[in-house]
C-alpha cells in the first residue's frame, strides 16, 4: 500500500506536520512555556540531540516553534510556541484524555532530572 498524502486535505497536511516522532512530545514541552535545547533534551529522554534539532528546526519552518538567540556569553537560545503553535495544545489535550480514558494511561507528567552535584 503506498502513502497517500492530500496536500488540499487539513487533516492530511496536519498529519504531515505533527506526525514525526517526538513531534508532538516536543510541542508538549514547550506548552509550559519557553525552554532551551538543554532542557527539552533531559524532558524528552531518548532523544538524540540531532533528533531534537531537526524536530525544533521543521517545526520553527512550519511557523509553530519560535527560536530566540539572545546576545549573550555564551549566546542563550530558547524556543517557544507560536500562536500557530499553540492551537496546537487541544489537540495534545485530547490525546491526554483520549489515553486517560481508552488506553488507562494515567499521565505523562515530565519530571525534570535531578541535577547532578559536582
Not at 506548552?31 to 525544533?56: M, Y
Not at 519530571?111 to 547532578?116: F, H, I, Y
Amino acid at each position: 500500500m503506498s502513502a497517500i498524502s492530500n496536500s488540499r486535505c487539513p487533516v492530511c497536511r496536519t498529519s504531515e506536520i505533527i506526525s514525526g516522532k517526538w513531534t508532538l512530545l516536543v510541542i508538549r514541552d514547550l506548552a509550559d512555556g519557553s525552554q532551551r535545547f538543554c532542557e527539552l533534551e533531559r524532558s524528552l529522554e531518548g532523544i538524540s540531540p540531532r533528533t531534537l534539532s531537526l524536530r525544533l528546526r521543521g517545526l520553527e519552518q512550519e511557523g509553530i516553534v519560535e527560536r530566540r538567540t539572545y546576545p549573550e556569553v555564551p549566546p542563550r537560545v530558547e524556543y517557544s510556541l507560536t500562536a500557530k503553535g499553540e492551537a496546537l495544545l487541544p489537540l495534545i489535550e485530547d490525546m491526554r484524555r483520549y489515553g486517560r480514558e481508552y488506553l488507562g494511561v494515567d499521565d505523562c507528567a515530565v519530571t525534570p532530572a535531578e541535577p547532578v552535584a559536582a
